[in-house]
């Protein structure tokens, strides 16, 4: 590694607004009752979960754990079910679902009522598809080329994208769904912090020698971007935290860029630039 290692972190980097403003709810929810409840973690990124639970932000498995608390229903979305089972226990909801994400819920209920075949672009199982795809029936979920093209011709079809989903994977599902579907309307629901993440890495990724993405395996929103930074740059490395980085990465190494998934919180962040700057970094651009 070159003595002298220039940093470039991106600039936004990190927590996008709907996780910041999902995780500054439950502490405030938390403070004011003593504690609040959570279906699920709030956020892909475990050491996120571990420190909102110091501040009583309790992860249950259902509803039935939820004792004289608020309820607090998480960023990625909820289920129709779960707000109706909420709703006859007469469960204080505290809502912290992305906005953006309330928009996709929107889009996809008007696109059922113009009578089209709905389509999901997202990943299997993923909490926000789930969501999505509970609030109309019978909605396809497509998360690859190849299921887009095993898919047979439709007359009439409406398509939605998670809102994390890779900008080129969209447009080469859209492609494809464009020469089967006749009547294809598409809502571009990929949310602009996922853009502009997703854009800052590629004017980041052929300018370093490295780039490191910061977030946790459990988060496809990082997956994504360390694909996105692979596809530019083959020294690319996804890290849960500083003592995953290892100092063999930076041979003959001058330059290092870095980015993080929108569930990875500022002091995860700090803690790679400070690591990197005690691998012997000299200047932080």
């Given at each position: 590694m070159s003595s002298v290692l220039k940093i470039m972190v991106a600039k936004d980097a990190g927590f996008c607004?709907?996780?910041?403003?999902?995780?500054?709810?439950?502490?405030?929810?938390?403070?004011?009752?003593?504690?609040?409840?959570?279906?699920?973690?709030?956020?892909?990124?475990?050491?996120?979960?571990?420190?909102?639970?110091?501040?009583?932000?309790?992860?249950?498995?259902?509803?039935?754990?939820?004792?004289?608390?608020?309820?607090?229903?998480r960023a990625h979305g909820t289920i129709p079910e779960i707000w109706a089972e909420a709703g006859k226990k007469e469960l204080e909801i505290v809502d912290a679902t992305c906005p953006l994400v309330h928009e996709i819920?929107?889009?996809?209920?008007?696109?059922?009522?113009?009578?089209?075949?709905?389509?999901?672009?997202?990943?299997?199982?993923?909490?926000?598809?789930?969501?999505?795809?509970?609030?109309?029936?019978?909605?396809?979920?497509?998360?690859?080329?190849k299921e887009a093209e095993a898919l047979p011709r439709m007359k009439k079809a409406g398509v939605v994208s998670q809102s994390t989903q890779m900008i080129e994977n969209v447009q080469e599902i859209i492609g494809i769904l464009s020469m089967k579907i006749y009547d294809l309307r598409f809502v571009n629901t990929v949310c602009f912090p996922t853009r502009r993440n997703q854009s800052q890495i590629k004017e980041i990724a052929p300018n370093a020698d490295v780039m490191i993405?910061?977030?946790?395996?459990?988060?496809?929103?990082?997956?994504?971007?360390?694909?996105?930074?692979?596809?530019?740059?083959?020294?690319?490395?996804?890290?849960?935290?500083?003592?995953?980085?290892?100092?063999?990465?930076?041979?003959?190494?001058?330059?290092?860029?870095?980015?993080?998934?929108?569930?990875?919180?500022?002091?995860?962040?700090?803690?790679?630039?400070?690591?990197l700057n005690n691998l012997h970094v000299k200047s932080r651009v």
């Open positions: 607004f709907g996780v910041r403003d999902a995780i500054e709810k439950a502490r405030e929810v938390a403070r004011e009752h003593g504690k609040v409840y959570m279906l699920g973690d709030i956020v892909h990124n475990e050491r996120v979960v571990k420190d909102l639970a110091k501040e009583n932000v309790n992860v249950v498995d259902s509803l039935e754990q939820v004792k004289d608390a608020p309820v607090l229903f819920h929107d889009e996809i209920k008007k696109l059922h009522l113009e009578g089209r075949k709905l389509i999901i672009i997202g990943d299997h199982g993923h909490d926000e598809v789930v969501a999505i795809q509970a609030q109309v029936p019978q909605a396809i979920i497509i998360a690859s080329i993405i910061v977030g946790s395996y459990t988060s496809a929103n990082t997956k994504r971007l360390h694909e996105v930074s692979l596809s530019l740059n083959p020294r690319s490395y996804m890290v849960e935290n500083a003592s995953d980085i290892q100092e063999s990465w930076f041979d003959k190494a001058e330059s290092v860029g870095i980015s993080a998934g929108a569930s990875s919180p500022d002091d995860l962040i700090e803690e790679v630039v400070e690591h």
